[in-house]
C-alpha cells in the first residue's frame, strides 16, 4: 500500500516471512527494509526516473516473492507560500517579481497564474520566481507545473488596486472660490 507513488514517500507491504534482512527491490535497486511486525515491513521508495517497476522482496537465503508492478511517479510539485503575497496593482514592473516557495521543482517548469502558463525562473527545486502579469484587482491563483504534467496545489495572489496616499504636503498655494 500504495501501489504506485512519488520518490520518498512509504510502503507498506503485508504478508509472511519477513526478517530484518528481507531487501526490497524496485527493479534492479535493492531498498532497505524494516519489519514493523509479523506480517508488516516498510520501505521508502528511492529516487529513482518515473515509470513502471517490478516490485519484489529477497531474504537474506535468496527466496524472493511474487513480483508486482509499482508505478514511480515523477514528484509532483508542491508550492509553500508566495512572497510577496500581495501585490499592488500600479506596481511597476520591476517591482512585480514574485518567489514561489515549495519542493520539486525542475528546470523545466512552468507557473501557472489564473490557469495560463507564464515565464518563470528556476531558482531551486524549493524555489521559482516570476512576473506578475498585469491583471484586475482580487484574488488570482498561482501553481506550479512540472514538464510531466505534474501541478502542484494553488496559493492565492492578491493584486490590490485601492487608491492609496504616499504622502500629503503643504503647499504655498492658495485654492479661493470664484463668485459669479
Same mark, same amino acid.
Given at each position: 500500500?500504495?501501489?504506485?507513488?512519488? /520518490?520518498?514517500? =512509504?510502503?507498506? *507491504?503485508? &504478508?509472511?516471512?519477513?526478517? +530484518?534482512?528481507?531487501?526490497?527491490? *524496485? &527493479?534492479?535497486?535493492?531498498?532497505?527494509?524494516?519489519?514493523?511486525?509479523?506480517?508488516?515491513?516498510?520501505?521508502?521508495?528511492?529516487?529513482?526516473?518515473?515509470?513502471? @517497476?517490478?516490485?519484489?522482496?529477497?531474504?537474506?537465503? =535468496?527466496?524472493?516473492? %511474487?513480483? @508486482?508492478?509499482?508505478?514511480?511517479? /515523477?514528484?509532483? /510539485?508542491?508550492? @509553500?507560500?508566495?512572497? /510577496?503575497?500581495?501585490? @499592488?496593482?500600479? $506596481? !511597476? +514592473? #520591476?517591482?512585480?517579481?514574485?518567489?514561489? $516557495?515549495?519542493?520539486?521543482?525542475?528546470? #523545466?517548469?512552468?507557473?501557472?497564474?489564473?490557469?495560463?502558463?507564464? %515565464? =518563470?525562473?528556476?531558482?531551486?527545486?524549493? $524555489?521559482? $520566481?516570476?512576473?506578475?502579469?498585469?491583471?484586475?484587482?482580487?484574488?488570482?491563483?498561482?501553481?506550479?507545473?512540472?514538464?510531466?504534467?505534474?501541478?502542484?496545489?494553488?496559493?492565492? *495572489?492578491?493584486?490590490?488596486? #485601492?487608491?492609496?496616499?504616499?504622502?500629503? !504636503?503643504?503647499?504655498?498655494?492658495?485654492?479661493? %472660490?470664484?463668485?459669479?
Amino acid at each position: 500500500i500504495p501501489s504506485q507513488g512519488e /520518490p520518498e514517500i =512509504g510502503i507498506t *507491504l503485508y &504478508g509472511s516471512g519477513f526478517t +530484518d534482512k528481507t531487501t526490497a527491490f *524496485l &527493479g534492479n535497486t535493492a531498498v532497505k527494509t524494516e519489519v514493523l511486525g509479523p506480517k508488516q515491513l516498510t520501505f521508502d521508495i528511492p529516487k529513482l526516473p518515473p515509470g513502471l @517497476y517490478a516490485l519484489f522482496l529477497r531474504r537474506e537465503d =535468496g527466496t524472493t516473492s %511474487r513480483t @508486482y508492478n509499482f508505478a514511480l511517479l /515523477p514528484p509532483k /510539485p508542491v508550492v @509553500y507560500a508566495l512572497s /510577496p503575497d500581495t501585490m @499592488y496593482a500600479c $506596481s !511597476t +514592473d #520591476r517591482n512585480r517579481e514574485v518567489v514561489v $516557495s515549495g519542493r520539486n521543482f525542475q528546470e #523545466r517548469s512552468q507557473v501557472l497564474f489564473d490557469g495560463a502558463a507564464i %515565464r =518563470g525562473n528556476f531558482l531551486s527545486p524549493a $524555489s521559482f $520566481s516570476f512576473k506578475v502579469p498585469r491583471a484586475g484587482s482580487g484574488l488570482h491563483q498561482v501553481q506550479v507545473k512540472n514538464s510531466e504534467d505534474a501541478i502542484s496545489g494553488s496559493q492565492g *495572489l492578491f493584486i490590490d488596486s #485601492r487608491p492609496e496616499i504616499d504622502s500629503v !504636503t503643504v503647499s504655498e498655494e492658495k485654492i479661493g %472660490r470664484a463668485h459669479v
